[in-house]
């Protein structure tokens, strides 16, 4: 099986600040982590790997720093490390993001899975993957608690607003996990030295044959700020049984 | 300008939206701006005492589109709440709302959409479209959309919806922002979409100025639900389809808490301590016929079970009236509860951040404050 993983490296909190000049998100100083759900993608590709032999391409877009992500997952168990990254990538929304991640999958060719976490921890939007199935025309499923792999095709566990559906789709298919779905494993030391003696593949716009108008965000950011509180309410005053009186007038109205 | 009135049950003396004073008491208020109106009626206790009246006549085309999403053929609570908010910017924009209704018989469910705002409803009925499946739903919704071009398409912040949404956002190729908290359109008629980043840390707004249509995901449980009385227009499709690729082999449901009816919602936090006072808790819930929830904190000490916890990655909740106990007031927590009628709050810590989202505020160690009220609710 070719199975490919798209992660994503985010800051390692979510208690960020934003710089009321530009307002624009504070990442300086904050160390960077891979994304959790995708590290969870992450080890169910290494789960198949173990019951049926397995190449994983491990692949993101990001600033050159994103390399340390490629490593710590390759430190996990992955084969292959690919590095999207160029200035044009710079600020993509979901729309071109899935357009850079589907150029590089084309260009790797053949693969069976795709494997995605369920959101980024950063945005928060959970689009890219069904974007990206859709720029790969395959179908997709999302919200994955289970993967088996049969012949020529998945059974899934699918979380649904009741529960959950067990699907099935035929191979090649995108599918989004849970952070339910697996415990993400710790990197082995033989896992770590691979990672750092292993040559990433890198591609830009030009390797990748993109243009300006694939990656032109179809969303704007108009601004960011801090969600304000509505102020403090009204302190009730007096003694124990004063204050719980009070509440249970207003709760017997 | 419209006069709008705090109503008598209001439980405190005056509230405050937006920089806008309302007094218990007052005959009533003059709001001019319509977004300071909306925030101001989202509030359960406050009504209107005089609309302005003005009689538009309505565009055709550049609809407003809310995906109609049904669960075992009754439509969703999250495509009321749509059409409420759709109504507002519909008004703003002078042009029709139509539902999209995907399904294998579309029953009277084109009634109850009616009846919350629609004035158009494209019922698209197939028998393989009796379920949802990916394939299916963005076929039949995106060969709609390129036919009719509404202006603005809003799916309900859901699984199935976010899982749709994007899958018809890149086949037309337009931009989609996720899980909005709040819509309006600005001057130039173009939709801000305010969404929460960096688990609700952040919020961030958001415009697609030159795709159209412009597309959002909403999350539930944040908009109000309007009943309506309009006499609407069905128009009927039959899709050509094939069966979908993924099969649904089973169906499984588990047990999950529904707190959307709840009028009343009583939460515990880290500061019930104890089991104990999860008990507490339960019996107040129990004597008030009121809803149960949780701040994390209490569902990872095992004190609530994690389906009813509210936040972030939990659920969203607009109760009339919501009970904060031992709860701190994380912005995870709040983003879940913050749109409910009136909030009490009960911490021991006086600089509690959950004060600042409450509308009463009462300092006291649960052990002792719960079996108070408890005597007190019981007289």
């Given at each position: 099986m070719n199975i490919i993983v798209c992660i994503k490296q985010v800051p390692k909190t979510t208690n960020v600040k934003i710089d009321l000049k530009t307002g624009r998100i504070i990442r300086e100083g904050i160390p960077s982590i891979i994304n959790p759900d995708d590290k969870n993608a992450m080890e169910e590709a290494i789960k198949i790997k173990e019951l049926i032999p397995s190449k994983i391409t491990v692949i993101t877009m990001g600033p050159p720093q994103a390399e340390e992500a490629l490593r710590e997952a390759i430190a996990m168990g992955a084969d292959e490390g690919i590095l999207l990254s160029d200035i044009m990538f710079a600020g993509s929304d979901s729309w071109s993001t899935s357009n850079v991640l589907a150029s590089a999958i084309k260009k790797i060719g053949a693969y069976d899975l795709i494997l995605c976490g369920r959101q980024a921890i950063d945005g928060d939007t959970a689009q890219v993957p069904p974007e990206l199935a859709e720029s790969l025309g395959i179908p997709q499923i999302t919200y994955a608690q289970k993967i088996e792999i049969l012949s020529g095709k998945v059974k899934v566990e699918k979380e649904t607003e009741e529960g959950y559906n067990i699907v099935e789709a035929p191979l090649p298919v995108l599918i989004t996990c849970n952070s339910n779905i697996n415990n993400p494993r710790y990197p082995t030391l033989i896992g770590l030295n691979n990672a750092f003696e292993k040559d990433l593949i890198r591609w830009n716009a030009k390797d990748l044959n993109i243009s300006k108008e694939d990656v032109e965000s179809l969303t704007y950011v108009k601004k960011t700020f801090k969600p304000a509180a509505k102020g403090k309410g009204t302190m009730l005053k007096g003694s124990m049984q004063e204050m719980a009186n009070e509440l249970a007038k207003i709760l017997k109205k | 300008m419209t006069k709008v009135k705090l109503q008598d049950n209001y439980p405190g003396f005056s509230l405050t939206i937006s920089g806008v004073v309302l007094n218990k008491g007052d005959d009533f208020t003059d709001i001019d701006d319509s977004t300071e109106l909306d925030r101001a009626l989202s509030n359960d206790y406050v009504v209107i005492y005089e609309k302005k009246e003005e009689t538009k006549e309505i565009k055709e085309g550049n609809e407003i589109w809310v995906y109609a999403e049904t669960h075992n053929a009754i439509i969703s609570k999250v495509t009321l709440e749509l059409l409420g908010k759709a109504q507002i910017l519909a008004d703003k924009l002078n042009v029709k709302i139509a539902c999209v209704l995907v399904c294998d018989k579309k029953e009277n469910l084109p009634e109850v959409l009616f009846n919350h705002g629609a004035d158009i409803v494209y019922a698209i009925e197939h028998?393989?479209?009796?379920k949802y499946s990916t394939d299916l739903y963005t076929k039949v919704i995106t060969d709609l959309i390129k036919k009719q071009s509404p202006q603005i398409v809003m799916c309900g912040g859901t699984l199935n919806g976010r899982d749709l949404a994007p899958r018809i956002a890149k086949r037309i190729n337009t931009g989609l922002t996720a899980d909005c908290t709040e819509l309006d359109v600005d001057e130039d008629g173009i939709l801000v979409q305010t969404k929460p980043a960096f688990g609700d840390n952040v919020m961030a707004e958001i415009t697609c100025?030159?795709?159209?249509?412009q597309m959002t995901t909403v999350r539930p449980g944040v908009f109000k639900i309007h009943k309506n009385t309009k006499k609407g227009k069905i128009i009927n499709i039959r899709p050509d389809i094939k069966g979908s690729i993924v099969k649904i082999i089973e169906e499984i449901k588990t047990d999950r808490t529904n707190l959307d009816g709840s009028e009343i919602i009583i939460a515990g936090g880290r500061g019930l301590c104890n089991s104990a006072n999860a008990k507490l808790l339960e019996e107040i819930s129990s004597l008030l016929g009121a809803g149960i929830g949780a701040s994390r904190a209490a569902v990872d000490a095992g004190w609530i079970t994690k389906d009813k916890q509210i936040g972030q990655t939990g659920l969203t909740v607009q109760p009339r009236l919501y009970i904060a106990c031992g709860i701190s007031g994380a912005i995870q927590h709040v983003t879940g509860m913050q749109n409910s009628g009136f909030i009490v709050a009960v911490n021991k810590d006086p600089n509690a951040l959950i004060f600042q989202s409450a509308d009463y505020c009462i300092v006291a160690d649960l052990s002792q404050f719960l079996p108070a009220l408890i005597s007190k609710l019981k007289k």
């Open positions: - | 028998p393989l479209l009796k100025p030159v795709k159209r249509p």
